[in-house]
């Protein structure tokens, strides 16, 4: 049985360019496709893919977005494909941790063997999304999102929620405990100044002063 493939990016171009990567694929089905999430909802909730092709960056909606709800609701294997989740960044790491099983490169258009390329890499990894079991965003996960959020401008995260990032076989998860908040030490309050001792002279000396006097 043939993988239903859904489409979703607001470039009418890349659009066509995926339809385009995807066709002759005999394991491959192209349900259709829709230029951001607020029309892709209703269509993959009646007609449900077997895989979702989702951009990052689109009006009304944007892709992270829309992918939590999906996997809040009834999880559908998701493969990010956008500009802006390059290997080990964070927005790569954000789509990982919402329950994305990958995220591939956009295509570059006009790139001939850049395209052939990608065509491989595109359906390589759409087969492999399709027999995979898709979860939402765990706790720990979830965190992670919210931390990255705030790094981009959705506010601080609150006091003792930053954790240690690690891009090892884990793939960049939050390890270990979070790190307590730095202590800050009150400076030392300034010593009033002290006064020099009065000189003294001996008794003796001043009586023989004034007899010499």
């Known amino acids: 049985m043939a993988i239903k493939v859904y489409v979703v990016d607001d470039s009418a171009v890349v659009r066509q360019t995926l339809m385009h990567l995807l066709q002759g694929d005999p394991e491959i089905e192209l349900m259709g496709s829709a230029p951001n999430p607020l029309i892709a909802g209703p269509v993959i909730r009646k007609a449900r893919p077997d895989v979702l092709l989702l951009d990052i960056e689109m009006p009304g909606m944007d892709g992270l977005t829309f992918l939590r709800q999906i996997m809040a609701e009834a999880p559908i294997p998701t493969v990010i494909c956008s500009t802006?989740?390059?290997k080990g960044s964070t927005m790569a790491l954000d789509a990982l941790a919402a329950g994305a099983v990958a995220v591939v490169a956009k295509p570059r258009l006009g790139l001939k063997q850049f395209l052939e390329d990608s065509r491989r890499e595109l359906l390589q990894t759409l087969k492999t999304a399709a027999r995979s079991r898709p979860r939402?965003?765990?706790a720990a996960a979830a965190g992670a999102g919210g931390l990255a959020a705030g790094a981009r401008g959705g506010?601080?995260?609150?006091?003792?929620s930053l954790r240690r990032w690690e891009r090892g076989g884990g793939g960049g998860w939050p390890v270990g405990p979070p790190l307590a908040p730095p202590r800050t030490v009150p400076p030392p309050h300034p010593q009033p100044p002290t006064q020099p001792a009065a000189a003294t002279v001996p008794r003796s000396s001043a009586s023989a002063a004034v007899r010499a006097a």
């Open 136 to 138: 939402a965003a765990s």
């Open 155 to 160: 506010g601080p995260p609150p006091p003792g």
């Open 84 to 86: 802006l989740t390059e």
